[in-house]
Structures are given as structure tokens and as C-alpha cells.
């Protein structure tokens, strides 16, 4: 089982969609790197092809990430999108996986990041991915977890396509459905963790996302209220922590300097809930904050999370290791 909350426990690193600072995300090169780089978690988004295929891709479309306008220009659905779940794996495979654009403008989201125009990359299954990982373990004499989200579950459902399932037959095919000491699950949809739990009887534990409600995730979810000493309660009945958006924690600076932090953390805590929030990045830095330590700093030292979403695993790590809890 995954560590007790709030212990004093050097956080856990998870690399956030890969080494995604560096390549571009959910490559297998960006996970190789993270691999490399000692992350302790590597993060796999989740949705599937319209044959049912799981694949790590971290929208439920393709054109903020993929050259498919280019490719595959007319097979847009009436609201401009690329779904996923429209292309056979085949077609999938045909793509290239690129740095993040802005579909709406075309410029790339972080500048300072991988060239957009180095088609050098593909989308991979979660099968490809999860042998990748494990033979970079026996090579590497590494234990390295896998970090799984559903994404849209309740979209996938809504086009017949069972998502859930299909990720935990490849777990089980894999070797992993066992794992829960190196498999998370999470989802921004209660409904679907809860199934996971009393449905699916899966035993790997599970971490409920916390949105900005701005965002319109699939969900009915009422995030403001899992945030809430209730809605913890509700959660801790299912899963086994949160994964709440950065802000939700930090909350800014008081005129001393110090940081201001919202009660979540403790709250969690006290009902045995782990904590793992999204997402560090050394170039989308809070405001008021000056440096990615500062960030690491607020978040680990002052606010005690459990671990950390980061596209930059080895600046995660190298802050660990000269604090000596590497």
C-alpha cells in the first residue's frame, strides 16, 4: 500500500506527463527521461481509441498534441475538435505527438520548451508505455510507479466505449493489477472511483482529482464541496487521498512574505487522506513567487504535501537530495 499521510515522509516526485519540461508530453522519449532522471512516479493519461485501445494522451482530442488537422483535415466534429475516440489505434499510430500548441492560435503554450516542429514522436499505447517502464526497471535496478489517469470516463461511457475496463485488463495482462505499492489510479469523477472500488474490486489505491470548476471537467462532481471537512470525509470513504490544483493549496503571500496556505492539507491529514497536487513547473511559476525552489519550498517544507505533479523531475529531486531527503 502507498504511504500514510502527513508522516513526515520525503514526497513522492511523479513526472508529470513524462519528463514534460524537456519533450514533449506522454512521449515514450519524455518518460524514458523522466525514468532516467529517478522520478519516482511517471503519470499516464488515459483515454481510448475508437477500437477500444488504451492510449496516453492527456486530452480526450488530438490537435493540441498531435499533427492531426494536418493528416486528417475534415474528420473535426461540429465543435472544431479532434476526438480521440474517432480514430482507430491505426490511424493513431499515423500521427505525430508534438509540444502543446494553442489549437485556437497555434502557438506553442510553453516557448521555452521542445520545438513544436520536431515531428520526432508518436502516441503510445499504455501497454507500450508500461514496458517501457518495466524494462527500464530491470535495466536500471529500478522499482518506478505508474501513475494512471481515466480521462472522461463518463464520455467514453457515453460513446460505448468502457474505459475503466480497459485500463485494468492491461494492468492485469502487464502484471500490475496487484501492484499497490506502485500503481495510482485517479479521476476527476467520483462515480468512476467509487466503481473502481466496489465494482471493479480493485485494491490499487485510488486519488480523487480536484478541478477549478471553471474548467467544466466531465463530471458532476461538486469540487468546491470534496474541498470542504465534509467532502473529505466523503472521499476518504473511497479513495485513498486527493490530487487538488495548486492554487487550492497556495493561496498567495501575506505582507510579511510568508505564504498563505488553506487548511486542505491538515484537513486531509487528519482523515489519513494523502496529498498529491498539480502542477509544479519552473516556467508557470505562481505569482509572487520567485524561483521553482521557492515553489518547492511552499509547497513541501511549509504545506507538507505528500508528493508533487512536476514537469521538471530532476529539479524535484536535486531540491530533495541538497535538503537532505534525497
Not at 513544436?116 to 527500464?136: K, M, N, Y
Request: glycine share 10%; charged share 25%; hydrophobic share 40%.
Amino acid at each position: 500500500m502507498p504511504p500514510a499521510a502527513g508522516r513526515g515522509r520525503r514526497p513522492l516526485v511523479i513526472a508529470h506527463r513524462g519528463a514534460s519540461g524537456y519533450l514533449p508530453e506522454h512521449t515514450l522519449a519524455a518518460k524514458a527521461l523522466a525514468h532516467g532522471m529517478g522520478a519516482d512516479f511517471i503519470e499516464q493519461d488515459v483515454v481510448l481509441s475508437r477500437d477500444g485501445i488504451p492510449i496516453v494522451l492527456h486530452d480526450i482530442y488530438l490537435e493540441a498534441t498531435t499533427d492531426v488537422a494536418a493528416r486528417f483535415p475534415g474528420r473535426a466534429r461540429a465543435d472544431g475538435h479532434f476526438y480521440a475516440m474517432d480514430f482507430t489505434l491505426a490511424e493513431i499510430r499515423a500521427l505525430a505527438a508534438l509540444e502543446r500548441c494553442d489549437p485556437r492560435t497555434g502557438g506553442v503554450v510553453y516557448p521555452g520548451r521542445f520545438p513544436r516542429e520536431s515531428a520526432l514522436f508518436g502516441v503510445p499505447t499504455l501497454a507500450e508505455e508500461i514496458d517501457l517502464i518495466a524494462g527500464l526497471d530491470r535495466s536500471r535496478g529500478r522499482r518506478t510507479g505508474l501513475y494512471i489517469e481515466l480521462k472522461s470516463p463518463r464520455r467514453h461511457r457515453a460513446a460505448g466505449l468502457d474505459l475503466p475496463g480497459a485500463v485494468l485488463d492491461v494492468l492485469e495482462q502487464k502484471g500490475y493489477a496487484g501492484r499497490t505499492d506502485q500503481v495510482f489510479l485517479q479521476c476527476f469523477d467520483d462515480a468512476t472511483l467509487q466503481q473502481l472500488r466496489l465494482e471493479r474490486g480493485t485494491r490499487l489505491p485510488l486519488i480523487q482529482l480536484i478541478a477549478n470548476p471553471a474548467w467544466g471537467e466531465d463530471s458532476a462532481v461538486d469540487y468546491d464541496y470534496l474541498r470542504t471537512p465534509a467532502g473529505l470525509d466523503y472521499v476518504a470513504d473511497y479513495a485513498h487521498g486527493i490530487g487538488p490544483w495548486l492554487p487550492h493549496i497556495y493561496l498567495g503571500k501575506a505582507d510579511t512574505g510568508e505564504p498563505v496556505l488553506s487548511p486542505l492539507v491538515p484537513q486531509a491529514h487528519e482523515r489519513g487522506l494523502l496529498v498529491h497536487p498539480y502542477t509544479f513547473r519552473r516556467d508557470d511559476l505562481p505569482a509572487g513567487v520567485a524561483d521553482f525552489d521557492e515553489l518547492l519550498d511552499i509547497g513541501i517544507r511549509h504545506a507538507g504535501i505528500d508528493g508533487l505533479f512536476t514537469d521538471f523531475p530532476d529539479l524535484a529531486i536535486d531540491y530533495l537530495r541538497t535538503r537532505g531527503m534525497g
